[in-house]
């Protein structure tokens, strides 16, 4: 929902003649989007561990989760290069933003992958910690490029 969120406003930002007086508001949309993120996998992890839900083992869910990745990683290249083409900052801050989200799905197959073959159910958890952490990198550092 937060990629959905953020590409809208690429998708809006890029539309508009006048972009420079939307730039500044599309940044800030990035960074609370990916705020968002990072803090809602943070009240996550508790609750899933408290709760003792654990990702289950799927073939489905993990040929989903691979053609995620690879869409994601490619998608981020693509925005991160058109971005940098074009001069245009909300694009290549987008783009970090989709690169996260592939990091996301990466992180959620290594859970999966750790519980269906290991047992490590809690490899789930502490893998979305790295996305925690670039989720709240790229919002601070999308809300500082909009200043």
């Known amino acids: 929902m937060i990629e959905i969120v953020a590409s809208l406003v690429v998708i809006w930002h890029l539309k508009n003649v006048r972009r420079e007086q939307r730039e500044r508001f599309a940044l800030r ?5 990916s705020g968002l993120l990072a803090i809602y ?4 992890i508790p609750i899933t561990v408290s709760t003792g839900s654990h990702p289950g ?3 489905t869910g993990v040929v989903w989760l691979a053609l ?9 290249a693509g925005k991160r290069v058109t971005g940098i083409r074009l001069g245009n900052t909300v694009l290549q801050t987008e ?3 989709t690169l ?12 999966v992958a750790l519980n ?7 490899a789930d958890q502490a893998s979305a910690m790295v996305i925690v952490y670039y989720g709240a990198r790229e919002s601070r550092i999308a809300w500082r490029e909009a200043a």
């Open 29 to 33: 949309v990035i960074a609370v989007a």
């Open 41 to 44: 996998i943070t009240v996550q």
């Open 57 to 59: 083992a799927s073939q």
């Open 68 to 76: 995620t990745i690879a869409a994601m990683f490619a998608l981020a």
């Open 95 to 97: 783009a970090r933003v």
């Open 100 to 111: 996260i989200d592939g990091l996301l799905a990466a992180a959620i197959l290594a859970g």
């Open 116 to 122: 269906a073959t290991l047992g490590l159910w809690l």
